[in-house]
């Protein structure tokens, strides 16, 4: 038994469920050899980056949709992104606040990043 490590199910256990977005049952040994340990990390790890290529291109593809949108609407008459975002609030009987704004961002799948970042700058000059 020299050769095998006890493994902190856990750490394993959090790494499986950022990867397939569930966690394990009962599929993990308390003992690994070193190389089944290498490569169930580099396999979770494959999936992870897999899963963020993904996720990249959907968020890219959704922000080019949301901003077809805000043009579509700024050429029937809104005028500028800020009128056109508002008014696409008022249409989904939203408010112009900050946490309405992340959720109408957020129902269009833009990322986290654009979601508190647009909101904030447009609350803020509001």
Known sequence: MSNLIHINQTDLSDFFKEANGFRPRDIYKDWWTQEELDAEYKRLNQICEENRIIETK?????????????????????????????????????????????????????????????????????
């Open 58 to 126: 959907r968020e890219e593809e959704s922000l080019q949709r949301f901003n077809i949108l805000i043009y579509r609407t700024i050429k029937n008459g809104a005028g500028n992104r800020k009128t056109a975002i508002r008014w696409l609030l008022q249409a989904e009987k939203l408010d112009f606040n900050l946490h309405d704004l992340q959720y109408f961002f957020w129902k269009y799948g833009l990322s986290y990043e654009i979601q508190n970042k647009w909101a904030k700058d447009l609350t803020n000059n509001n």
